[in-house]
Each structure stands twice: as C-alpha cells, then as structure tokens.
C-alpha cells in the first residue's frame, strides 16, 4: 500500500517543514502529524516519512521508538492516562489505576475488545494542584483533551467517567 | 520586602487574559514596543539587575547566562524556551501557557531583541496537550498583529516564534537532550562545554531558558529590573510562582516574593493538612530534591536558602505528605520514575537507577537487602556525579536525602521483614 498525506495534513506538513533550516528537525511534529493521519507509526509509516523527510529510515525509527508518544501498533479511541507520580500517588492515583485495569480488563498500556480503550500508567502530568490525575485523549476529537481538574477522588466518579465515554462512542458521536 | 504585587498572575480573574485582546487589554505589549527603542545592551543590563534567576530548577542568573553568547558570530542566535514541564510534583509552567501564554511570547520577542536572535522555538512537552493548543494559538494571533514576522511593529526586524511539541520523554528537559530533540534526534544529553550559549541548536550559539524565567521580561522591562529585584531576596530577585500539592487542605499555585517561607505556603496559603494527621515530610521543589522536615519549613523559599538546608528549591512546586505515609514506597515510586526515564546513554545511571529502583522494592516487601541500606547510599554515591547531565543526580539525591531523614524508618523495614505502615 503506498501512503499519501491528506490535502489539509499535506499544507501542514509543508508549515512544519518551513519552520526548520533542515528537514530533520521537523521530525518529531511530522511524526506527530502521521500518527493522527494514520493512527499509528507502522515500518510503513517510518518508511514514508523517511523517504518525505528525506531522511534514513533507521533514524526514523530509532526517533519513534525513543519517544513514548508514538504508537507502535493501534490504540484504541480514548486513551486514558492515569498519573502516578508523586502528588498522585499520595492522592489515590495507584487506587485508580488498579480500578481501571480491573473495570476494562486489561493491562497497562492494554487495549479493550472493543478498541474503545487504551489504558497506560502515566508520569506527572503537571496538574498535581488538581491530583489524581487522568487525562483522557480522543482520536475523534484531537482539539479537546478531556482533563480532570476536580479532584477525581471517589472511584463511582472514575466509573461515570467511563460509562459517559462509552455512551458517547455508543452515540456516534 | 513583602508585596502584594502579582505579575504573572495578575490577572487570572479575566476569563480572556489568555487571548491577545485581553492581553492588550492590561496593557501587555508596551513593554515590547519600550524594548525596542532599547539597545540590546539596555536591555541584558536590567535582566541583570533583576536578579532573575532560572526557574527551570537550577536557578542561573538569566542575566549573566545571555551574557555568554560570543560577541561576535556569523552564525545566526536562537533561542529556546524549555516548556517541557515534566519534573513529579511540577505544574507551574502549564499555568503560564494556558491562562498567560502572550506574557511568554512577548518575552520571547524582547529576548531576541536582546540577544539579537531571529527565531525561538517553544519546546513544549507532547502530553501538555492544551498548553500547546494555547501556545499555538498565541503565536498566530501575534503574528496576525504584526509582533512576530518579517517586520515586528514596521520596524524591519525578523523575529520569529515556532511551538515544538516533544513526544514523551522526561529527559528533554535537561538542556542539551532538548537541543538534540530539537533537531530530530533521541534526547540524548551532550557533554558541556561546549555549552549551549557557544554550540547548541544546529550548531549555533543558543540561550535555553524556562518559560516562568521568560515570561517575567517584560514586566522587568516596563518596570525596571531593581523594582523587580527589591521584591525578593538579596541575589533572588522578584516573585515567583510557587506550587503547593498533595496532603494539605488547599493545594494549588501562588506568586509570591522570593524568600518567602514553606511555613507560609503550607499553613496559610495551603490551609495546612487536609486532615488529623500532622505532616510527615515535605517535597520542595520536584522529586529529585531531597525531603524537609515539619520543622525546616521556616526556610525561606529561595536558591541559596533551601540549599543551605541541603536540598534544592528546584522548580519551586512542593508536595507535602502526612503521617502514615510510608517514605519507602514513596521513595520507590521516585525511583521507579528515574529508572523510566534514564536515557540509558551513562552507565552509572542507566544500570545504577535500575538497581536503586530495584532494591528500594525489595526494602519496601520486606526482603533482605545484601549490606543493608548503606546499599542503597553506596548506589547513589556511584550514580552521583559520574554522568553526562544531571538526571542521575537527580536520581540519587532524594534518595539520599529520605535516608538521612527517615533513615529509622526505612530500616524497620529490614528488622522487621515488612513494612512497618
Ligand atoms: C533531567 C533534567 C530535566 C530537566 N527538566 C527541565 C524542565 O522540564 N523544564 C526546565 O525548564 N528545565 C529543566 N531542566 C533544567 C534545564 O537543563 C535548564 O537548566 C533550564 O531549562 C534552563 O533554564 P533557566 O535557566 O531559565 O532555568 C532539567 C534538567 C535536568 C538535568
């Protein structure tokens, strides 16, 4: 299968290139922009952002396996990061976690059946005035990341945060 | 002196100080428009006289940093904002990008003015998702406005600004792994010298810097770098925002003078402990300085003072924990980051963070630890000091400082085959 960018990832590629003396530089955001083109960084994707970047392929990948962000196989629809790092763990971010893997079966870093999920154990997330944390990605929504800023400290709360997500996908929407 | 001055904060009760017109709104941009009727010289001389000092953890004079650059170079000057926020217990520079972000871009402007750069890249952290969607959107709006472009304020002069998401990994915080980042490489630390401000970014001479520590030049630059400087201590100058999470009643962010103490932060700002239980430890300033205890909190809140007690003000955000709170486990989560997020590249770190993590578990089940905990002092005396960039250091040092502290504690564990909580 030969990969293409979209017309509008395509423009966006060209202004992320044209911030950069070199093209290597614009790696990390066009790795970016192939994940969310592609859903995740196959040697097929690797390969093509390569040859678009005109750069070796091994650096590709040594790039994409470096970095934790990239995907290396399909993740589901919501991807939910639980902090446990310091102000989380001393707030119940360990309870919520060990709640999550057990409520979607799955895991760290497992996905649900349904690809609706994607559960990881996160590092701090820079929101421990606001601790547990969970910050919770969308791919069909990339503008809002939803991110708890209440204290998510019951875990009924975590279970209606879920079952809202679950309607939401159930909806279409 | 004390003040009830706030900067950065100042205007967070206006629901649109985030977008550029509620930015012009309270009057931000003159200090951009003042800056460029000033030499570059002008400029660095009030930066300098502010006393501001790094916010990004290790509390450099900026002033004295920008003085670095060669004098004469062929090569173009960048600078490079590090807005990869990611030290445990850190949450200040989201603030700022989210709520505040043109104070960092009109910082960024002056500052290129001032080190006569042409291009800042905001290195952003990959998981701070709305910090870079703000940021973003400053950026055009600015450039909309004509503040960043080909010809800032028609005075002919190219400044340009680009946000640079990273992709998750701690280490790209650490200066030179962010330069290698930068450039579309692993984050992987260069040795200094040579330093950024000589060799950095592709080769250039470049100034990184903290977003808290840009965002305050324009304030230095409308109001003068000794009003800002007699805000705080002797060499801190001016506020700084300060952090307050885990077991207190009110945990969340505050700008206050430099040198104020934890005691202020904790009980009456915080509210003191969320509950009965009376506080155990405190956290400073991110998970590599070593803990204080209850009665260390009358220490001012400023680089020399804290490090007078033996430990670091780093990014200035404290996570304090409560009795019952074992320092064992808490400890081996610390651990556990460091472990993670060791770029693997210096062997003291990549086998010793490991081997910490590792046998800090093992205290915390209860297991025998072969030389007792002096094990664990001797691992992060091998650690320390023997790598390229301070990421094992900051491996090693709270690691050492919760044995000094609650060294009793982490041997009951031994005496009595458990954890004693
Ligand atoms: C492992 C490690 C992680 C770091 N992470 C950050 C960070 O997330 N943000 C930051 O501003 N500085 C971080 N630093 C400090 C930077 O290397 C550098 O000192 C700082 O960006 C300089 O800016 P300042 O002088 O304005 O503080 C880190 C350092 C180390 C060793």
Known sequence: MTLAFSQSARQRFDEIVARYPNRQAALLPV?????QEFDHISPEVMQFVAEQLGVPPVKVQHVATFYTMYNKKPVGRFHVQVCTNIACHLTGGPEIFAHLKKKLGVANKGTTADDLFTLEEVECLAACGYSPAIQITDKKDRETPIFFRENLDSLPKVDALIDELRAKAKGGA | MKTD??????????????TLAGYERHGGYNALRKALKMTPDEIKAEVKAANLRGRGGAGFPAGIKWGFLPKETTKPIYLVINADEGEPGTFKDRLIMERNPHSLIEGCLIACWALRANTTYIYIRGELFSSIQRIERAIAEARAKGYIGKNVLGTGWTCEIHAHPGAGAYICGEETALIESL??????PRNKPPFPAIQGLFDCPTIVNNVETIAYVPWIIENGGQTFASFGTERNGGLKIYGLSGHVKRPGLWELPMGTTFSYLVNELGGGMRGAKPMKGLIPGGSSCPPLLPNELDTPMDFDAVKKVGTMLGTGCATVFEEGVCTVRLGARIA???????????????EGTGWLHRNIEKLERGERLEGGIQLLDSICGRILGNTICAL???AAMPIQGFLKKFGDEWQR???????PL
């Open chain 1, 31 to 35: 790795l970016h922009l192939a994940q």
């Open chain 2, 5 to 18: 001055v706030k900067i950065l904060t100042a205007h967070l009760d206006d629901p649109a100080w985030h």
């Open chain 2, 183 to 188: 450039e579309g490489k692993a984050g992987q």
């Open chain 2, 336 to 350: 556990k980051f460091y472990e993670h997020e060791s770029c693997g590249q210096c062997t003291p770190c990549r």
């Open chain 2, 392 to 394: 094992g250091d900051a």
């Open chain 2, 413 to 419: 564990h031994i005496d009595l085959g458990r954890c």
